[in-house]
């Protein structure tokens, strides 16, 4: 049973392009949607996080906006970078907190030089 | 060393043996979780613990034990380890309102 489910697989962007990474959840009691991003080798690492009570939020170059209605929501990587090259997972998760993650299956992001 | 450790890192066992998978966190949190990480599933949740002495299941719990005796540390035991379990483990710590954070992982080849 896949609650979250994310794409594309696979992203590649030209430096200084906007990467965008979807995702899509099925149970509306759903209260708390990070993304997080993790490097070969490395634990994922949290980077933005939103509750569905804003449509967007942003931090820096990475932006996260939220369809509550669609039940859907997205990265935006502006002026990306290729030190931003790295796997990354949406989640989302009950309770206002991390509580037990349910997390898409991973986009694997490429930023050409 | 503050943050998240886990150990060892790197793991091969045998199918039938037992093995632990350790994780000690310093930031008192009281929530603590394992997931497996598998190519084309992300992350799944394992078991998870709100407090010390209390536990419960994740996901895909079959074929694993955790305990919780200390609130920093979250031992996962694989009872008999097989061929399916071999993936990358992490686990993290959260407070009941915060963020998760996750450890540096474990990577087990079971053979």
């Known amino acids: 049973q896949q609650q979250v489910k994310q794409s594309p697989q696979s992203l590649i962007v030209q430096k200084g392009g906007i990467s965008i990474i979807n995702c899509a959840y099925e149970?509306?009691?759903?209260?708390?949607f990070p993304w997080y991003q993790q490097f070969p080798g490395k634990g994922p690492a949290l980077l933005i996080a939103?509750?569905?009570?804003?449509s967007e939020k942003k931090e820096g170059r990475f932006t996260i906006s939220f369809n509550k209605s669609a039940k859907q929501f997205s990265l935006h990587i502006m002026d990306s970078q290729p030190g931003d090259s790295a796997t990354y997972f949406c989640?989302?998760?009950?309770?206002?907190?991390?509580?037990?993650?349910?997390f898409g299956q991973g986009t694997r992001l490429t930023i050409n030089p | 060393d503050a943050g998240i450790t886990q150990s060892p890192r790197y793991k091969i066992t045998e199918t039938g043996r037992q093995v632990t998978l350790m994780c000690h966190q310093t930031?008192?949190?009281?929530?603590m979780f394992w997931y497996r990480q598998d190519l084309g599933h992300g992350l799944r949740l394992i078991y998870y613990?709100?407090?010390?002495?209390?536990?419960d299941k994740g996901e895909v719990p079959d074929g694993y034990v955790v305990s919780r005796s200390k609130t920093e540390n979250f031992p996962l035991t694989l009872e008999s380890a097989t061929r399916s379990q071999t993936s990358v483990y992490f686990c993290?710590?959260?407070?009941?309102?915060?963020?998760?954070?996750f450890g540096q992982g474990t990577r087990l080849t079971v053979v």
């Open positions: 939103i509750r569905p009570d804003v």
């Open positions: 930031w008192s949190h009281s929530y």
């Open positions: 989640a989302a998760s009950k309770g206002q907190g991390a509580q037990k993650l349910v």
């Open positions: 993290a710590s959260s407070e009941s309102t915060g963020s998760a954070f």
């Open positions: 149970n509306t009691a759903f209260d708390y």
């Open positions: 613990s709100a407090a010390a002495d209390i536990t």
